[in-house]
């Protein structure tokens, strides 16, 4: 999955974080919700610890997750410095939105004029705590009190990811690679209800990391324009499915697969050859990934076992 892209500042607040809710449902996602378990579920909160309210409470959890905020407080510049806090050197804001009244005179049926309460909506820029430095504790939670290891981890598994050799992290609420910075950003295994879920996040994220220029250097934008990133979700998504028979994870996890690629039915509408191409990307990284997990060798022959059948 990769980083969300925020909107540009021209459109208005009501079109910003519309068009941002409409690229996550068209990514196969619901913004408000996700594979693993994050922070005691909170609404958003102010500075002064009371909840945003409405559609603030969507659009902060969806810039918090994008972000990778564990922290649920939202603050303005100048509140942060009141607090005796300081927003770090090139952090980015986002919005927060309300709704301010206003009276207006305008012409009545009998020729005079009358007051009407018109109401506008209005934006102001806000900072997540974990952008500031320097604030009370209390606006950097501890991680979830009685949180365990889930169940289903096993050493098999954790031998093949761990002999990839990719670069990963686990931190945050967020799972994604950044091809920049060649790296893979997990959540910490414990905010999982299954390890059967942190592997098959793991190996759609690992997919995509076989895309870099230093490995099979895919770049679809040639073959698919301005739905590249959808065709590489969409190879992601096939070469975890391959991953996931091939690794023995469980028939449930090919399901939700199966139903994340269904979000990609313009692109395939739009493009009769698409999903062959996207297969074949998926059949290459996948490959890629047995093979540097130690599952698939240049010697492997047909009658060797997979690691699902191995074990």
Same mark, same amino acid.
Request: glycine share 8%.
């Given at each position: 999955?990769?980083?969300?892209?925020?909107?540009?500042?021209?459109?208005?607040?009501?079109?910003?974080?519309?068009?941002?809710?409409?690229?996550?449902?068209?990514?196969?996602?619901?913004?408000?919700?996700?594979?693993?378990?994050?922070?005691?579920?909170?609404?958003?909160?102010?500075?002064?610890?009371?909840?945003?309210?409405?559609?603030?409470?969507?659009?902060?959890?969806?810039?918090?997750?994008?972000?990778?905020?564990?922290?649920?407080?939202?603050?303005?510049?100048?509140?942060?410095?009141?607090?005796?806090?300081?927003?770090?050197?090139?952090?980015?804001?986002?919005?927060?939105?309300?709704?301010?009244?206003?009276? *207006?005179?305008?012409?009545?049926?009998?020729?005079?004029?009358?007051?009407?309460?018109?109401?506008?909506?209005?934006?102001?820029?806000?900072?997540?705590?974990?952008?500031?430095?320097?604030?009370?504790?209390?606006?950097?939670?501890?991680?979830?009190?009685?949180?365990?290891?889930?169940?289903?981890?096993?050493?098999?598994?954790?031998?093949?990811?761990?002999?990839?050799?990719?670069?990963?992290?686990?931190?945050?609420? *967020?799972?994604? &690679?950044?091809?920049?910075?060649?790296?893979?950003?997990?959540?910490?295994?414990?905010?999982?209800?299954?390890?059967?879920?942190? &592997?098959?996040?793991?190996?759609?994220?690992?997919?995509?990391?076989?895309?870099?220029?230093?490995?099979?250097?895919?770049?679809?934008?040639?073959?698919?324009?301005?739905?590249?990133?959808?065709?590489?979700?969409?190879?992601?998504?096939?070469?975890?499915?391959?991953?996931?028979?091939?690794?023995?994870?469980?028939?449930?996890?090919?399901?939700?697969?199966?139903? &994340?690629?269904?979000?990609?039915?313009?692109?395939?509408?739009?493009?009769?050859?698409?999903?062959?191409?996207?297969?074949?990307?998926?059949?290459?990284?996948?490959?890629?990934?047995?093979?540097?997990?130690?599952?698939?060798?240049?010697?492997?022959?047909?009658?060797?076992?997979?690691?699902?059948?191995?074990?």
């Amino acid at each position: 999955m990769a980083k969300f892209k925020r909107a540009a500042c021209s459109r208005s607040p009501a079109q910003r974080i519309t068009d941002a809710i409409i690229e996550k449902l068209e990514q196969g996602t619901k913004p408000w919700i996700k594979p693993w378990r994050g922070q005691p579920v909170s609404r958003p909160l102010r500075a002064c610890g009371t909840p945003y309210r409405g559609m603030n409470t969507f659009w902060l959890w969806l810039m918090a997750d994008a972000a990778g905020y564990s922290s649920p407080y939202w603050m303005t510049y100048r509140q942060c410095q009141k607090l005796g806090g300081q927003v770090r050197k090139g952090e980015k804001s986002t919005i927060a939105i309300f709704y301010k009244t206003y009276e *207006e005179e305008v012409d009545d049926a009998a020729g005079g004029t009358d007051t009407e309460t018109r109401r506008v909506l209005k934006a102001f820029a806000v900072f997540n705590a974990d952008q500031c430095d320097g604030l009370p504790a209390m606006y950097y939670p501890e991680p979830a009190i009685g949180l365990i290891e889930p169940a289903g981890r096993e050493e098999r598994l954790d031998g093949f990811f761990a002999n990839i050799g990719a670069s990963l992290r686990h931190q945050g609420c *967020e799972a994604y &690679y950044e091809p920049v910075a060649d790296r893979i950003t997990m959540p910490p295994n414990e905010l999982f209800d299954a390890y059967e879920q942190y &592997y098959a996040t793991l190996a759609h994220e690992l997919s995509h990391w076989t895309g870099h220029s230093s490995r099979l250097d895919r770049n679809l934008k040639n073959r698919f324009g301005s739905e590249a990133y959808a065709a590489e979700e969409l190879v992601a998504e096939l070469s975890a499915a391959i991953l996931g028979a091939e690794l023995g994870l469980p028939v449930a996890h090919l399901d939700h697969h199966a139903s &994340y690629i269904a979000a990609w039915l313009d692109l395939l509408k739009s493009d009769e050859r698409a999903i062959l191409t996207a297969a074949a990307k998926a059949e290459e990284a996948a490959s890629l990934l047995l093979r540097l997990g130690g599952v698939v060798t240049a010697e492997t022959t047909e009658d060797q076992p997979a690691l699902s059948e191995a074990a």
